[in-house]
């Protein structure tokens, strides 16, 4: 079975550099052959590099939040020269379209720091915060056309503290992000689940 992955990272690549920690260590199974910035100055890059996986910048063009279909192209077009199987954003700050979703269909994951469908999009701490909620988390998801709305594969939850800055709240649900996103990863690689409507149901502990 395939299990090479690539990561797709816009900046600091805490997400990455788990995901790098939990391979080297056996308790993710994936392949990482490959990250993939859209920024030429992303932490994520260096990341990579000091682990010894290969890494790149590719151009995103014009477009502040997508890349135009030139680009993703572009994109497709280097993930199947590394044969990679699963695609997994982890703080890739650009929405998904096509080709890339049909060149991989449910075969894109992203992270999300936000119990979806509660706070999508940018400063989803912020948010939570603001609205009061006492509990929030992050979300590991399939991608699909909408944004943060794919299958939903894992959640963890995360206590709102009356003390707690957007600051201190987002460092603690990324403890839980370190953690969700290699069980996410692994369970996608074992192909124990299935699909239904929205539900993603595991086939097999
Ligand atoms: C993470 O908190 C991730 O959930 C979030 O960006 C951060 C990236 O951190 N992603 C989103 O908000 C996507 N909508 P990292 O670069 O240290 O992994």
Redo the contacts with the bound molecule.
Sequence with gaps: MNRNIAVL?S??????EAIIKNIENGTCIANLVLVISDNPDAR?LQIAREHNIKAMYLDPGPKKTWLLPEYEENYVRVLKEHDVYLICL??FMRIIKQPLLSAFPNRIL????SLLPAFPGLD?QRKALEYGVKFSG?TVHFVDETV?GGPIITQAVVPVLDDDTPETL?ERI?KE?HRIYTEAINLVLSGKYHITGRRVIRTEL
Excluded: M
């Design positions: 990272a900046g600091r690549g805490s997400n990455l994520a982890a703080g992203n992270i999300h720091p989803a992050c943060d987002a990324l992000e």
